[in-house]
């Protein structure tokens, strides 16, 4: 207990000083390398796992950006579309309505050429007509001598009144 | 590290009360059996012999008792068993070893005046008495040793006389007088020293396994046993989980480390010392447990100086190898103190380097040993007032065991605590001898 013997001290000297270097030798530091890898490799883990979720994040955002830039692009394009369609629309309006004004103007021309060509024709027929009423008339008239004398004297006064 | 101690409060708690209740029913009948057997053979012991003078029988003493169980002995006793271990001796004729049953035999049995105790002889050469060994024909026979312990008794007086002598000299009047009394202390000095070299007994060295020494022979064994079967499962199952047996003393381990060695040490210099710590904590711990099972034996190993001696002084060893330029400075010249206090601190600092794995021995026998004694007393209390009458034997039998539970419980925690208490300071040590300076 409290009294020192020199034969237990050599005994715990020698037993625990091999002790201890059996177990430092073959214990220890196998158990504390084995913990630390297994510390490591688990850190490691967590580290890669932690990566590859950021890897993750930024392959989603680079996916929605892309995609917003295709969406982007499809609006564009759609945009584009449409304005040449109007364009394309407005451009054949015009046109026709050119063509239309030209037809109109040139059928207006036409009618107005023929109704030209019309009024002289029935201006000739007018004539041609009058003078052949007139011809009938005047035949009618002067068939009599009476009137052919009256027509004279007519035309006598006439002549001297002026 | 709150989880770990939880764990570990856990699975102490449950296996300490199922092993500490089952124990003590069979410590209190096998305690009832024993003391039986006793007051038959006493009553044997009287009728044969009656009017020998063996007083020293007579009623039980509880100081032998308990002294008897927490010293280291040659022999292991098992209730009424013996298992002799092996007595080496290195004599002045040289080497020699046999068993201690040559000591332990009933017609062995043997008693010296002035010295309190068991005393067995082997033949006419060696004469043990409260375990220790001494000559028997070299030193003049029992009667030669009484003569010598009387001598011893002498010395004593003559030294208890000088310091009278020292107390007269100083209060002494005149330098004449005292010339006088230190002639006079010359002279009785000179007395008691011869009289101290007479009453030497002469002994040979004592190298023997001893009871204590064979609990700690078993413990190394059963650490190399364990941790090496340890380290087996860290090589083969390499970056996997722990399973049996390294995952009970993986928490342990990573505590040492983790809560120990790292915070005390600090993490550049911690490596270097969990190793050692890890053994030392394993080895109280080991030992206090093999010490708390009843009837094996009472191994006291953490609470034998000799052993927990040699503990301190590897961390001595340790410490002052390690210790850096700033650890010495601040030992022999603590920085920034004035030169007149120095001369009195650096005395202090210097003793404190021994002081501190003194304390750290001290502490460490005196815990493990109180607890040896304490359960020792309840005993001894079941076997005082047991004589008187049955009432009072059942009555403080069943108080006593329920106190021992108890303490069983405390000594449990107190294993484990003074295994972490030793640790940590060594760590605290070690640490304080590698620190570098910091301003």
Same mark, same amino acid.
């Given at each position: ?21 059996? =177990? ?18 688990? /850190? ?12 993750? /994040? ?28 109007? /364009?394309?629309? /407005? ?37 041609? =007509? ?33 | 590290?709150?989880? *770990?101690?939880? &764990? &570990?409060?856990? +699975? ?42 063996? #007083? ?7 100081? #032998? ?68 060994? %001494? ?17 011893? #008794? ?25 010339? $006088? ?10 007395? #008691? ?23 700690? &022979? ?16 860290? *090589? ?32 550049? *210099? ?7 710590? &890890? ?21 006291? $190993? ?22 850096? *330029? ?39 026998t005196a815990n493990i040993t109180a ?21 009072? %034997? ?7 065991? +329920?106190?021992? $539970? ?13 295994? %972490? ?7 605290? %040590? ?7 300076a910091h301003h």
């Open positions: 207990m409290l009294n020192i013997s020199l034969g237990t001290i050599i005994w715990t000297t020698v037993a625990f000083l091999i002790v201890l270097l059996i =177990l430092k030798k073959m214990a220890w530091k196998p158990i504390l390398e084995g913990l630390k890898k297994r510390e490591e490799s688990i /850190a490691g883990a967590l580290r890669t796992a932690e990566e590859a979720k950021e890897e993750m /994040a930024a392959l989603k955002a680079s996916n929605e950006e892309l995609l917003t830039k295709a969406r982007a692009e499809r609006d564009t394009m759609l945009k584009e579309a449409r304005e040449a369609k109007d /364009a394309i629309i /407005a451009e054949a309006k015009s046109n026709a309505k050119l063509e239309g004004d030209k037809m109109v103007a040139q059928a207006k021309e036409t009618i107005k050429m023929e109704k030209v060509a019309a009024m002289n024709e029935l201006k000739k027929q007018v004539a041609a =007509l009058s003078i052949e009423v007139a011809e009938k008339i005047v035949k009618e008239k002067l068939s009599e001598d009476s009137k052919q004398k009256e027509l004279v004297n007519n035309l006598i006064e006439e002549v001297t009144l002026n | 590290m709150a989880n *770990k101690i939880n &764990l &570990l409060g856990s +699975v102490l708690s449950k296996t300490t009360l199922v092993a500490a209740t089952a124990v003590f029913v069979f410590n209190f009948f096998g305690a009832h059996a024993q003391h039986g057997d006793e007051v038959v053979g006493h009553d044997d012991h009287n009728t044969a012999h009656h009017g020998e003078g063996e #007083e020293s029988h007579e009623g039980f003493k509880p100081g #032998e008792f308990i002294m008897h169980h927490v010293a280291d002995g040659h022999q292991m006793e098992w209730a009424n068993f013996q298992i002799p271990l092996p007595v080496m001796l290195w004599t002045d004729d040289g080497f020699t070893c046999f068993s201690s049953s040559n000591f332990y035999k009933e017609e062995n049995e043997a008693h010296v005046h002035g010295m309190e105790g068991h005393a067995f002889t082997m033949g006419n050469e060696y004469i043990m008495v409260n375990e220790v060994i %001494y000559y028997l024909e070299k030193n003049g026979g029992i009667h030669g040793i009484e003569e010598k312990v009387k001598l011893a #008794e002498e010395a004593d007086l003559l030294l208890k006389d000088i310091v009278n002598l020292e107390k007269k000299k100083v209060e002494a009047s005149s330098i004449e007088e005292q010339a $006088i009394i230190a002639e006079e202390i010359a002279a009785v000095t000179k007395k #008691e020293q011869e009289l101290r070299e007479a009453a030497g007994l002469a002994a040979p060295f004592d190298l023997s396994i001893t009871k204590n020494v064979w609990g700690l &022979l078993f413990v190394m064994v059963l650490m190399v046993f364990i941790f090496v079967r340890i380290a087996k499962r860290y *090589k083969n199952r390499e970056g996997q989980a722990p399973k049996g047996i390294q995952n009970l003393f993986e928490p342990l381990i990573l505590f040492v480390r983790d809560d120990i060695a790292l915070p005390s040490i600090g993490p550049a *210099k911690a490596e270097k010392f969990t190793p050692f710590l &890890l053994s030392v904590f394993f080895f109280i711990w080991f030992a206090n447990l093999l010490g708390l099972i009843p009837f094996l034996v009472g191994f006291n $190993i953490a609470g034998t100086m000799s052993i927990t001696l040699v503990l301190a002084v590897v961390v001595f060893i340790i410490t002052t190898i390690n210790g850096n *330029k700033n650890y010495w400075s601040h030992m022999l010249a603590v920085p920034g103190v004035p030169k007149w206090v120095l001369v009195l601190l650096t005395p202090i600092e210097i003793l404190q380097m021994f002081i501190k794995p003194t304390v750290l021995m001290i502490r460490l607890g040896h004694i304490i359960i020792l007393a309840f005993v001894s209390l079941i076997f005082l007032f047991g004589g008187n009458s049955e009432g009072a %034997y059942w009555g403080v039998g069943v108080g006593s065991t +329920v106190f021992m $539970i108890f303490m069983y419980l405390i000594e449990f925690l107190v294993a484990f605590l003074q295994a %972490y208490v030793f640790t940590l300071l060594a760590a605290i %040590y070690f640490g304080a001898a590698v620190e570098e």
